[in-house]
């Protein structure tokens, strides 16, 4: 039961499901209702004013039940949309509306649903992506580490090869020495 209308309304759920058509119908005919009070005086002899009052009284009680009805299925959508966008705010993107009807309320919960299926679907993509790109980063950390460690392989290796050639030129060196030695 709603809570606004404290239980007095208990059959009032099928006006919610009415379309836009459907309820301006019922307006209207509430709003023909002083010619019913005519009609209602010729069908039973009663006097005008009698006749009138009480086509009045029905249609107020009516039009006050009317209200009610449209008021609590326009609440309990209202809810139930503000209940799910919440949901969507905090990262639940799996929350969906109950369509219930081909009125403006079902379209609108249809409208909401195929909304938050494509958010949730980006997000994922987007998760994808960004994992992706995490992946990607770890592997090139890796392969840079791979090539510093190859680098400082090669600057040992040069300085080896510098070493190296510094021995034989020394030595070279010292047998022009000896040859030049020989040969005085």
């Not at 002899?45 to 006050?64: D, H, M």
């Not at 460690?149 to 047998?175: N, P, R």
């Amino acid at each position: 039961m709603n809570r606004f209308l404290g239980g007095f309304f208990p059959v009032t759920a099928w006006l919610g499901r009415l379309s836009l058509a459907w309820k301006s119908i019922l307006l209207a005919m509430l709003a023909s209702l002083p010619l019913a009070a005519v009609i209602f005086s010729a069908a039973t002899s009663r006097s005008l004013p009698f006749s009138a009052v009480f086509v009045c009284v029905v249609a107020v009680l009516f039009s006050w039940y009317l209200f009610a009805a449209f008021h609590a299925s326009l609440s309990r959508l209202l809810r139930d949309v503000a209940a799910a966008q919440a949901q969507v705010g905090h990262g639940d993107f799996s929350v969906r509306l109950a369509v219930a009807g081909q009125d403006e309320g079902g379209r609108l919960a249809v409208r909401f649903n195929d909304m938050v299926r494509e958010v949730g679907r980006t997000m994922m993509e987007i998760r994808d992506a960004a994992a992706e790109v995490a992946h990607s980063a770890a592997e090139l950390k890796s392969s840079a580490g791979q090539v510093a460690a190859a680098t400082e392989l090669q600057e040992i290796s040069v300085a080896e090869t510098a070493a190296a050639t510094e021995e034989m030129t020394a030595s070279i060196d010292e047998v022009a020495v000896q040859s030049r030695k020989a040969e005085q």
